[in-house]
């Protein structure tokens, strides 16, 4: 007795694949700003977005994020001893992250990675579809 396999429909895969993508968006929460920063809300932005891109020395201005849900990281370039930019030193893509709010915290989200890590200080807020 041979057992036949029934092909699956196109409108089953297609639902199947729907459902995937919408669980992953979900899991990932709803894009958000900061409403308020402060030095502890810059401290722990800062230690999260060092510790997801193995960076030692980091600065940024936490209260980019109060005006947009994206942050963008660049590395300095290299300088030469007279302090002159060296031009090809530096060939990797600027980093960018995104404030998420998901299951009721505020997250910092690595785009490139997906790596994320919950900000415990920061009072965040969705920002409207």
């Given at each position: 007795?041979?057992?036949?396999?029934?092909?699956?429909?196109?409108?089953?895969?297609?639902?199947?694949?729907?459902?995937?993508?919408?669980?992953?968006?979900?899991?990932?929460?709803?894009?958000?700003?900061?409403?308020?920063?402060?030095?502890?809300?810059?401290?722990?932005?800062?230690?999260?977005?060092?510790e997801m891109t193995g960076t030692a020395q980091l600065w940024i201005d936490a209260?980019?994020?109060?005006?947009?849900?994206t942050l963008t990281l660049e590395r300095v370039r290299s300088k030469d001893p007279?302090?002159?930019?060296?031009?090809?030193?530096?060939?990797?893509l600027p980093e960018k992250f995104q404030l998420r709010w998901a299951g009721g915290?505020?997250?910092?989200?690595?785009?490139?990675?997906?790596?994320?890590?919950?900000?415990?200080?920061?009072?965040?807020?969705?920002?409207?579809?």
């Open positions: 007795m041979s057992t036949r396999r029934k092909p699956l429909s196109l409108s089953l895969i297609a639902a199947i694949l729907l459902a995937a993508c919408q669980s992953s968006a979900l899991s990932q929460g709803q894009v958000a700003r900061l409403r308020t920063t402060n030095e502890a809300v810059q401290q722990e932005i800062t230690q999260a977005l060092k209260r980019q994020l109060t005006e947009s849900s007279n302090g002159v930019i060296m031009q090809g030193a530096d060939r990797e915290q505020c997250v910092i989200v690595q785009l490139k990675t997906g790596k994320s890590r919950v900000l415990k200080q920061a009072d965040c807020q969705p920002v409207p579809s």
